[in-house]
């Protein structure tokens, strides 16, 4: 498992693991990800999501529809 201690764009040590609903869009397509897993910093933003994460939104997304099928 990924552990980040440090924002790798502000260099803010708040950032920490967080486990919520996750939205996406591709092509104007909307689609959820419900209990991603990933890391998010309160001071910038930044978002960094593992190998575990990144899949979860690959299966989800219709960007990945033929892929998967």
């Not at 260099?11 to 869009?25: E, F, H, L, Q």
């Not at 991603?36 to 593992?50: A, Q, R, S, V, W």
Request: proline share 4%; charged share 30%; net charge positive.
């Amino acid at each position: 498992m990924l552990k980040i201690t440090k924002c790798p764009r502000c260099d803010s040590a708040k950032i920490k693991r967080v486990k919520r609903n996750w939205t996406g869009d591709f092509q104007g397509q909307v689609y959820t990800v419900s209990g991603l897993e990933f890391y998010e910093c309160p001071t910038c933003g930044e978002k960094i999501y593992d190998r575990q994460a990144m899949q979860k939104i690959e299966a989800h997304s219709p960007a990945f529809v033929k892929i998967h099928a």
